[in-house]
């Protein structure tokens, strides 16, 4: 069964240091989707992504986030000058349809120091 | 990858037994759930969705109920086994042309051999 594979599967970085969290999404999925789980807590949406743009994001991806899919396999997760309130893990998502199930992978775990 | 649980309801329920776990969704205008299942180390997994015009659907060994009365969705599982020890989240999306899902606290299910 096809799989959203994520790199890395584990991120130690310095406060203030720019990460680049990686996703390969399923090959036939159309929309695209980052969130994170802070630990002991829910996991919350960020961002979706569709057509090469950003199609909706929530309050928490702010400035500091940035989302691209450079090459139309990869789709990345950049975090500018990160806190430490950004430790979380980061998930990636995708689907066919907007309407069709979400289907993430095992996600990074982010680390800041 | 897992939610750590400090505040996670927990569920133990008998190997062969079946299990209910229930979740309250938040926005009475949502008009699509989904069951995920987080192992440890893992990203949800997809287990079963509901459209907001249907109030039960089965998967194998899965079945969703839905009540938009007191918006209240349960998920059931038979025979429950060891592997299916878990994290279970609920979450919603309102549609309109927002994709992203508002996930549930989560229920953390033991089975006892």
């Known amino acids: 069964e096809p799989e959203v594979t994520q790199t890395p599967s584990h991120q130690v970085t310095q406060m203030g240091q720019e990460v680049i969290l990686r996703c390969v999404p399923i090959?036939?999925?159309?929309?695209f989707y980052w969130y994170r789980q802070i630990l002991g807590q829910k996991v919350e949406f960020l961002v979706s992504?569709?057509?090469?743009?950003?199609?909706?994001k929530s309050e928490i991806f702010d400035d500091q986030f940035s989302v691209e899919r450079p090459d139309g396999s990869n789709f990345t997760l950049k975090i500018r000058s990160t806190k430490l309130e950004d430790s979380a893990m980061y998930f990636c998502?995708?689907?066919?349809?907007?309407?069709?199930?979400?289907?993430f992978g095992d996600g990074t775990r982010l680390s800041i120091l | 990858g897992e939610s750590v649980g400090l505040h996670l309801p927990t569920l133990s329920v008998q190997e062969g037994d079946n299990s209910i776990i229930n979740c309250a969704y938040s926005?009475?205008?949502?008009?699509?759930f989904i069951w995920y299942k987080q192992e440890s180390g893992k990203g949800p997994q997809f287990i079963i969705d509901?459209?907001?015009?249907?109030d039960k659907r089965q998967g194998q060994r899965v079945t969703v109920l839905l009540n938009k009365t007191v918006k209240h969705l349960s998920l059931q599982i038979a025979a429950t086994q060891p592997g299916d020890s878990a994290v279970y989240f609920c979450?919603?999306?309102?549609?309109?042309?927002?994709?992203?899902?508002?996930f549930g606290t989560g229920t953390r299910l033991k089975v006892l051999a």
């Open positions: 090959s036939n999925h159309l929309y």
């Open positions: 509901i459209r907001s015009n249907m």
């Open positions: 992504f569709y057509n090469n743009e950003i199609s909706e």
């Open positions: 998502a995708g689907s066919q349809e907007s309407n069709q199930p979400q289907h």
């Open positions: 926005n009475s205008a949502s008009d699509y």
């Open positions: 979450a919603e999306n309102i549609g309109s042309g927002t994709y992203k899902y508002i």
